[in-house]
Structure formats: structure tokens, C-alpha cells
């Protein structure tokens, strides 16, 4: 499996609250971003958590978001980011 | 992840409230043992018991961990800053250019990441202490802090200055937030007045803290 995202490209994390070993913060739930790149394919931990085997591999995204836009108050920079590793079962088109 | 956790590595803080009221040397067993560490007692047992790890496999990996305490990570730092397609590669797949230099970084995909006079880079764990162990050996206690890693996030400038480091306003401030399968490490700013070092000399000025992000390596 390929992933659906490239460098660039602009997506949004999903807001959702599943319980269970999830991997990507609350904070950045909601949020939209730019893939930075992409990291490759990896078993999913959300299911090696439990025992699973984490299969089919899912591809994971360094996505980079403006802190202005996480933070309603932040104090910096407009060029400051927070990169986050978000798999792409997280991500939708922007 | 349950790798993450030591058998002391609570949420809650052991040394920073109450030492000052103690006259001797506590030992590391004088708490009562809380409820993950007996959970952890409960699965070393049922493991062993079970024959799936001999306490010999599990002796062997931690002394591999704790041995690691000494880091590989100056060297790689004092390579890269010499070595220019060195630093390249290292960026472009950090776990190629540090199996080169004989650093097996496992499965974890290490990214590396490089200050510059416009950025500096620093690395947090939100979800619990991601670090890269094998580069840098365990996580300073800091790091794994419930304050470090709910704030660096959201006031990295005023974190880092409570640090000792005060990023100029011109100058873009990256936090990488480590989740799952990603491990970082920061290739701080070579100061100025090391030219000409020997990668010793510059070795001996990179400490864990630059290779986190949260300190420059400095000239003294």
C-alpha cells in the first residue's frame, strides 16, 4: 500500500475520540496541516498495542502545523511548527 | 508503550517534593511498590514462568540499556559537523549513516534534524517518553516530566528559556513531537571558534541536552 499523501500537500487530522492506544494527540485533533514527508510504512501500533499484529502496514506522515493555528494564543513566531508523525488512517485532504 | 516504562516511571514525581525533610539516603525500594510496578512484578513472573524470556535474556537487555548511558550521540554530532556528506546522509536516512558509524537504531525510523541560524529544533514525547535510546541511552528525567512534555509543546520559547536558552525573536522555533515510530535527534549549531577542531575536541563540547534541543552547545 501506497500512501495517498505527498510532500506538500495540505491535510487534516480527523477529530475523533475512539477509546484505546491511540497515537495522536488530542491537541493536534481537528487541526490542519502540511505534510513535511513521508515516513514510510509501519505496523500500526494502535492494534500492536493489543496483541495484533498490526497488519496491513499503514504509511506514516510527518505533518507540519503552524503553532498559531494549534495555539489560539501563542506566543512566537508565525513561521514557528510542531511536526507530528500522524499515521495516515488519521488524515484527510485539506 | 509498555517499553516505555520502568518500574519507577510513574506519572507522579518521587524526588522534587520532599527530599529536603529526608536525613539519609532513601533506597530505591522504600516507597510502596504502586500498582503498575506490582502489575509489572506480575508479568516478569508469568513471562519467565512461562518460558518466553530466561532471566538471563532479561539481565542481558537491561544491562544493554543502561549501558547505553554513555552516548554515542557527541561523536555522531562531531562526524557530522566535519563531515559534510556525512551530515547529508544522516539527514536524508538517519538509520543508514548511523549504522556506518556502527549505531544500530532499531526499528524506530530516526529523523534527524539540523539547527541553523534561522532554526532550532527541539524534541518532546507529548504522549509519554519516546527518545532516541539507542543514540542517546535513557531519557533524563525532564523529559519524561508531565510539565516538559505538556509544555515545551505549547510555550517551547519560554521552556527553552527556562533552560539557559533564549531563542532570538527572529528565529523560527521547531517542536517535533516524537508519537510512535519516529526517534530524533538534533544536530545542534557548531559555535563559532572551533574551526579548525579535531572531532574530540568537538565531541567534548556536544552534550545530551543540545542533542535534544533544549541547550546550544557552547565554547567556554
Redesign the interface.
Known sequence: MSGNFAPGDAVKVISTHPPGHRRTPYYIRGKTGEIERVCGEFANPEELAYGFDGLPKKTLYRVRFKQKHVWADYAGLETDTVDVDIYEHWLLPA | ?ADERGTHDHDHDHNHDHDHDLTFQPNIEDGEPGRYELMTYAIRELVMEKGHLTPEELRAAQEKVESLQKSDGAKIIAKAWTDPEFKQRLLEDGNAALAEVGVDAGAA?M?VVENTDDVQNVVVC??CSCYPRAVLGMPPDWYRSKSYRSRV??????VLSEFGTDVP??????????????RYLVIPRRPEGTEGWSEEQLAAIVTRDTMVGVANPSVS
Open positions: 508503550m525510523k529523523t507529548t504522549l509543546v505549547i510555550e517551547p520559547r519560554k525573536d527572529d528565529m523560527t522555533v521547531r517542536v517535533h513531537d516524537s508519537l510512535a515510530d519516529l
